[in-house]
């Protein structure tokens, strides 16, 4: 990752993020851990793929090749 | 996988997981052992994919490069 | 793999297992031999993805990267 | 990445490019932060998939191996 | 691949062999030449992927990463 | 790139190319510039893919992991 | 490639081979260039996947990791 998206990452560290996964599912939760592959560690995390039907899911590890893009909280 | 990762699969060692594949389906089970590329094996393991329709697997190997998203038990 | 999985495939040598592929196949057969890659020999094997109409295909030689998930026989 | 595409993306930071994505997503938004391998940091990012019905994702890490193509702005 | 699998391969030489492919297609042919990718040679092949409908394909190299499984002849 | 392959793009450099990408896009434009992994830079481009629908798209830069196959101007 | 696959590229040179591409798309034309990716110069090529409705497409650059297989002429 370049510095920056390693800065963003960090400054959204235990804030609610949103990530876009491959296959469509949009998974939101509380950042909790990352490495440079953008493995992550979520908690309290939900799928809300289905906006009127959110999922809760908890503690969640997504293997970071599914990542297509994350999007930390509005007022970082 | 990182450290925090590495931490939450150790902790789940011996209790049940719920993990998500590519291709949309969904295994329920007793995590067993994994390595760094998130190679499973798992045990009492059932495809849940279809949620009245669970598939009792019994043991299971799961490729890693497979693994979307690892869900630990809640009250970890 | 980890070791554990090595020794579950191990333990699986002349046993029937069963191997679900990428794209949805599920393969029954006796596991005759395997690499790290998870490259696979079995034998007497049939395609039982569509459970009644099985097609028997003999002796295989599997692709390792298609491999989603392999589950030995119940009593090991 | 050649120069010439290093050089295209140099003199579209801070500016509006439109970034299509593997499986159909296009996202437009302020070119923050690159890096060799086409991971990008974006600001003000909206998905604009569907033209008539954008939404807003503001700050946006996008994982550099679903990027298909990157259009810088037209007066560059 | 091991050594059993190069083993089948070897003893398959000039034989006919099933080949099923990524995506769906099947074929049918004399195999003559192979390397450790899968990559392969078949002689006087056939696409039977509508077995009702065969195309003849005569000799083809095919790029082991499309390979899923192959089967060789029944009476080795 | 083969040396041929080099030569061609070479040639092609300011000229109008057709370039297939995975997914079904057709893209028309001018190569501005190319490196060893096809990722291409190019002008005056359009999304060519519904023809009776070009949409203009100016300067792209194309990640070289989706190009298909690139078509170079007839008269070369 | 295997020497034999080689042999029969270098055989196939300068005479008309048919293509088959991931997704489907099936391209004729004579075979100008290879290099050891399968990455291939084509002249004089069609997009021949609808039979009854081939498409000139002259010259051609296929990038490599697209080819399912490749058939040399009958006659070789």
Chains 1, 2, 3, 4, 5, 6, 7 share one sequence.
Do not use: C, W
């Amino acid at each position: 990752m370049s510095e920056m998206a390693t800065k963003i990452f960090e400054e959204s560290l235990n804030k609610v993020v949103l990530v876009q996964l491959k296959g469509g599912k949009t998974i939101r939760g509380k950042l909790y851990s990352f490495d440079q592959h953008m493995n992550l560690v979520m908690e309290d995390a939900e799928d809300i793929t289905e906006s009127e039907n959110a999922k809760k899911l908890g503690t969640l590890v997504v293997r970071g090749d599914n990542v297509v893009l994350i999007s930390p909280p509005p007022n970082r």
